[in-house]
Antibody, heavy 121, light 107 residues
Framework: QLQLQESGPGLVKPSETLSLTCTVS??????????WGWVRQPPGKGLEWIAI???????YYNPSLKSRATISVDTSKNQFSLNLTSVTAADTAVYYC?????????????WGQGTLVTVSS | DIQMTQSPSSLSASVGDRVTITCRAS??????VNWYQQKPGKVPKLLMY???SLESGVPSRFSGSGSGTDFTLNISSLQPEDFATYYC?????????FGQGTKVEIK
């Protein structure tokens, strides 16, 4: 079955770029009709949807991130990635990758285990 | 952007109680609603998609309903393992916003 695993640095300095990768196993990242996505959760707070990418390469972002986010797919490595530029302490969160694939309403399942990214100097 | 407003933000209930959580969309979204359960320190778990379709393996005491702007998640008889935070999410149009969450605590 499909499994996702996030990887990336746990500590990023303010104003720098946060880069995370999600490795997909048990399925192809280029599979027809699949979306892939990122969600984050600041400590003690709720879930925030960040971005999704369709298998065609179409991307959709949360406008609250003000164009700082970029989601992309690397089919050669069966991975998808998130870059978030100009980070501040407000970007400190657990970042999850997920597959929005359940039903016509794209329920997110499965999820990666999440990775905590702290923005601090 | 479509906003999702959950109520209540928290509730206290006893084992065996019937619990209802409500989610209201800022505009009509048909049945494009998913529900998640999250326990402390754990990954969110999909409970329901398309407003009322129970995800495989989820107990039948969970049910969902609604269309348009108003949606509910019901737990017919609260069990100890159901104490958690619940989130709705709309996927009608991007950004696919989550509600702010409803924390279900032990009374």
């Amino acid at each position: 079955q499909l499994q996702l695993q996030e990887s990336g640095p746990g500590l990023v300095k303010p104003s720098e770029t946060l880069s995370l990768t999600c490795t997909v196993s048990g399925g192809s990242v280029s599979r027809n009709s699949y979306y892939w996505g990122w969600v984050r959760q600041p400590p003690g707070k709720g879930l925030e949807w960040i971005a999704i990418i369709y298998y065609t390469g179409s991307t959709y972002y949360n406008p609250s991130l003000k164009s700082r986010a970029t989601i992309s797919v690397d089919t050669s490595k069966n991975q998808f990635s998130l870059n978030l530029t100009s980070v501040t302490a407000a970007d400190t969160a657990v970042y999850y990758c997920a597959n929005p694939g359940r039903g016509y309403t794209y329920g997110f399942d499965p999820w990666g285990q999440g990775t905590l990214v702290t923005v601090s100097s | 952007d479509i906003q999702m407003t959950q109520s209540p933000s928290s509730l206290s209930a006893s084992v065996g109680d019937r619990v209802t959580i409500t989610c209201r969309a800022s505009q009509s979204i048909s049945t494009y609603v998913n529900w998640y359960q999250q326990k402390p320190g754990k990954v969110p778990k999909l409970l329901m998609y398309a407003a009322s379709s129970l995800e495989s393996g989820v107990p039948s005491r969970f049910s969902g309903s609604g269309s348009g702007t108003d949606f509910t998640l019901n737990i017919s008889s609260l069990q100890p393992e159901d104490f958690a935070t619940y989130y709705c999410q709309q996927t009608y149009s991007a950004p696919w916003a989550f509600g702010q969450g409803t924390k279900v605590e032990i009374k």
